[in-house]
């Protein structure tokens, strides 16, 4: 195999074939062509402008516009599900903001969700208990009660699809996703009311939050090992209302882009725990 | 005699990875990764260069088979699954126009090379 596949410009094209085209290169011939184009293209635009200015009663709207897709097959396919992710520095702690698209949020027991090629967005929820492998805090998943517990006040409720977070000893929420199978997980609070919580742990580790921001439910993570207290700074300076903790450190998951590319949040992705859960968006 | 699934194989010194030709919709890349996306919208990420991946993809293939095309440094792409085009938009739809769709971009230049490639296909 020649070594010319190797080079490639980002404004070229090559059909790949077992006899190796040469990459389709814009051609200096067309230099001149081109420029005479451009040319009279801008002195049409000028023409056109002036004439418009000076004598249209009103502006040519197809002018203006963007050309129309030909393609419209959304009817035909659903939504496509995917997860944006916008990077930001608050607190001067690097953030990473991933919202899902088009996906429905549930709670899943086991690491079945990493093979998912539904799912868009998973990252793992509640802790589990060293000392006996159970989930730490009450768990629901579809209205089964999995685990009983209140070590930590922060909660998630997902009842018909819909996050809600929040800090309370006992809610109503629970009692809400049990009647209506929905979801329920506990977690420390970060923030409430963009107000901080403060949390015991004192270490440093990567975090991650689930977080109500600009109106959209996210998952947050840092780049760098953070306290909880920055952490949670950092979360109300980028504009956070309501955040519960995720677990952190090299914690298993990923997020799939809108070009369906799959990142996924630690190098070998799948802590082994007993009862490890997720919370994943399909 | 042709075989209706014929099957990239893609090897590391720890994966081997076999995927039917006409299910892979693109492979994208990211520095020393390349991440080659199925019609099932699942996905495989490999620790080899789109160039190396490039490589391989010309040496299995068929000699009248040209469905693949590099388009710049990052992308290669299935043109049986190209849907839609708008260079000025830096745009491109891969989609069978059933179950899958995804959006990629590339350079002004090179799309607009690959929308007259399709164009003298006609």
Known sequence: MSHKHIDIDDDEIRVISATGDEPKKKSKHNFFPRVLIAALLIVGIAAAVIFSTKFASKPDDSALSEPVAPVTTDSVVPAKAFTTLRDTVANGTRLGILTPRNATPVLSVGNDVLNDTAAVLAVQAADVRGDNGMIAGTFVVNGNLVSKGEAKAGFCSI?????????????????????????FFRQYPLVVGSQMVENKPKGKAKRKAL???????????????????????????????????????????????SSGVTTLFSPDNRNEWENINYIVWR | MKFMSKRLVFTTSSEIIRVPTDAV??????????????????????????????RRIADMLDEDDNR???????????RDFIAFINPLRQKMILSDCRTFRHEVSASKEALRALKELMEKEI
Do not use: C, W
Not at chain 1, 232 to 241: E, K, T, W, Y
Not at chain 2, 32 to 51: C, K, P, R, V
Not at chain 2, 68 to 78: D, Q, T
């Open chain 1, 159 to 183: 009842i018909n699809g819909e996050i809600t977070i929040g800090v309370a000893d006992a809610t109503p929420m629970l009692e809400q996703a049990l009647a209506d199978d929905g979801y």
């Open chain 1, 211 to 257: 977080a109500e921001i600009d109106g959209e439910i996210s998952v947050i993570f840092t780049h760098e090992r953070v306290t909880f207290h920055d952490f949670s700074q950092s979360l109300i300076d980028a504009g956070v209302r309501n955040a519960i903790y995720l677990v952190g450190a090299d914690s298993s998951g990923f997020y799939v882009d």
């Open chain 2, 25 to 54: 919709v693109f492979v994208t890349a990211d520095g020393n990764y390349s991440t080659i996306t199925l019609a099932d919208s699942g996905n495989f990420t490999l620790t080899m260069q789109l160039g190396q991946i490039e």
């Open chain 2, 68 to 78: 693949f095309i590099r388009i710049g440094k990052s992308l290669i792409v299935n």
